[in-house]
DNA sequence: CGTTATCTTGACGTACATCAAATGTCGTGG
DNA sequence: CCACGACATTTGATGTACGTCAAGATAACG
């Protein structure tokens, strides 16, 4: 799917008082966190809101880089392919995460929004324009970038050197570190994970129940989660050889 | 082995008529690109060149991360551990290539010199001043870690979805790629280049005889290879599913 | 409520790991 | 120059964690 087929439907309310980032929920979270008032409605002016169905496309590995991507609401994956159908998971996005940050012109991933998203579009003319005339902006992108490498490397170690049972660790550690509730919600399907993990549906599955039967994680359904011994999870993600 | 151990010892010539910056092999590569002769020498003035010998580490995960690294000669590996000693290499760095971009406060990954090499040690505090400015050096040096970000998400691909040949192939496109020559030095040794697949040594030696056999490359010496039939290494490389 | 997609569980296969030995390479000293 | 030892690399034999193939079990949806 191209992206243009998105570029036409705004449809988050693109103006109010302030316009619309003063009043968007991602703001403490994301970039926008490092623009006072002014700063804001000048993003406001250049950012441009939409919404992607389940299974929709952001944008494509290869189509021409021309935005940054900010999500507000929803969670997307960002998918690398191989010509013969096999696929890489390289990250979930989620509220206030940044996109399209890895762009060598063209997009070297493709976005994909996992269920119903909310994104703002950057178009990176009037973004870097505003980024020179705002230093803790470009500080703050810069810190991003740089926490987006420090993360991709735990992921190398995880592709490279761990089992699948440290790898669903690592996976479920991570989820439940964000939501900080008791039951996380998984809005992404088996195939999603197993894809960000390298392994197969069949083997995330057996593992799940592995660990439910070892009383580390609860799985009430399907998509929901509650971890019931943080600390083995943890140990276990970091490769702690204990069973 | 402790980072401290190696900050007395400046061995390369530190003062010169512009000051070293200005002689310096890696310019032309690395991000001293970006700047003019004034840039270059306030460069020279904060910049500390630095020699390690093989084995030795330039920095150590977990050390409190307050300087960047600019390699100038020579091969150093990055490289993440597990606490059993399972090792991922992320990556291989050389003439002009920098360090110490993915912190947070300390460094989340270590560098240890392969061979002999030479490197200028580039302090946070100062160094950040400078890039205040020059926003052509903050520019370039953002474009570094955009694309160390691409590079490294090339890399999940590879280690969630490739098999052992496509990986060896990718490993020795991608250094082939850089020398540019017929034939290309390989100054790592089979295991770390066996960690940086995320295989053993055993299997990265089998799969070079196999590439060898297939007339792909040629080996004249173990750490000495010839590309030859580039096409069909690219093809295998990105997942070509021939044999 | 059927119908269909998703998830789980089971039986079996395989690519790569592990264990072990042979061969090659290089520095050192006689 | 050659003999020797230490270590890296290659090759071989065997094991195993995870993949593949194939049913069931659940859940989602009209």
Same mark, same amino acid.
């Given at each position: 799917?191209? =992206?243009?087929?998105?570029? *036409?439907?705004?449809?988050?309310?693109?103006? %109010?008082?302030? &316009?619309?980032?003063? $009043?968007? #929920?991602?703001?403490?979270?994301?970039?926008?966190?490092?623009?006072?008032?002014?700063?804001?409605?000048?993003?406001?002016?250049?950012?441009?809101?939409?919404?992607?169905?389940?299974?929709?496309?952001?944008?494509?590995?290869?189509?021409?880089?021309?935005?940054? =991507?900010?999500?507000?609401? *929803?969670?997307?994956?960002?998918?690398?392919? %191989?010509?013969? &159908?096999?696929?890489? $998971?390289? #990250?979930?996005?989620?509220?206030?995460?940044?996109?399209?940050?890895?762009?060598?012109?063209?997009?070297?991933?493709?976005?994909?929004?996992?269920?119903?998203?909310?994104?703002?579009?950057?178009?990176?003319?009037?973004?870097?324009?505003?980024?020179?005339?705002?230093?803790?902006?470009?500080?703050?992108?810069?810190?991003?970038?740089?926490?987006?490498?420090?993360?991709?490397?735990?992921?190398?170690?995880?592709?490279?050197?761990?089992?699948?049972?440290?790898?669903?660790?690592?996976?479920?550690?991570?989820?439940?570190?964000?939501?900080?509730?008791?039951?996380?919600?998984?809005?992404?399907?088996?195939?999603?994970?197993?894809?960000?993990?390298?392994?197969?549906?069949?083997?995330?599955?057996?593992?799940?129940?592995?660990?439910?039967?070892?009383?580390?994680?609860?799985?009430?359904?399907?998509?929901?989660?509650?971890?019931?011994?943080?600390?083995?999870?943890?140990?276990?993600?970091?490769?702690?050889?204990?069973?």
């Amino acid at each position: 799917m191209k =992206f243009e087929g998105n570029l *036409g439907r705004i449809v988050l309310p693109a103006c %109010l008082i302030r &316009g619309h980032c003063a $009043v968007c #929920g991602a703001r403490e979270t994301s970039v926008c966190g490092s623009l006072d008032d002014r700063g804001l409605d000048e993003l406001s002016a250049l950012s441009q809101p939409h919404e992607a169905a389940p299974g929709e496309s952001l944008y494509d590995e290869g189509d021409s880089a021309d935005a940054y =991507f900010n999500v507000t609401s *929803g969670t997307v994956r960002v998918v690398k392919l %191989l010509r013969d &159908g096999r696929r890489q $998971v390289l #990250g979930f996005a989620g509220r206030g995460d940044f996109l399209g940050l890895a762009i060598k012109g063209e997009f070297v991933a493709g976005a994909e929004a996992v269920d119903r998203v909310r994104y703002c579009r950057l178009p990176l003319g009037p973004f870097r324009a505003l980024l020179e005339r705002r230093p803790a902006l470009q500080r703050r992108l810069y810190q991003i970038v740089a926490d987006d490498l420090a993360a991709q490397q735990d992921q190398l170690l995880m592709l490279g050197r761990k089992t699948a049972r440290e790898r669903v660790a690592f996976f479920l550690f991570k989820i439940a570190a964000r939501g900080a509730k008791d039951a996380v919600e998984l809005p992404m399907s088996r195939l999603d994970i197993a894809d960000y993990l390298g392994l197969t549906i069949e083997t995330v599955s057996r593992t799940f129940t592995q660990l439910r039967k070892a009383k580390i994680v609860a799985l009430p359904k399907a998509d929901r989660i509650v971890v019931l011994d943080p600390p083995r999870l943890e140990a276990l993600a970091e490769g702690g050889s204990q069973n």
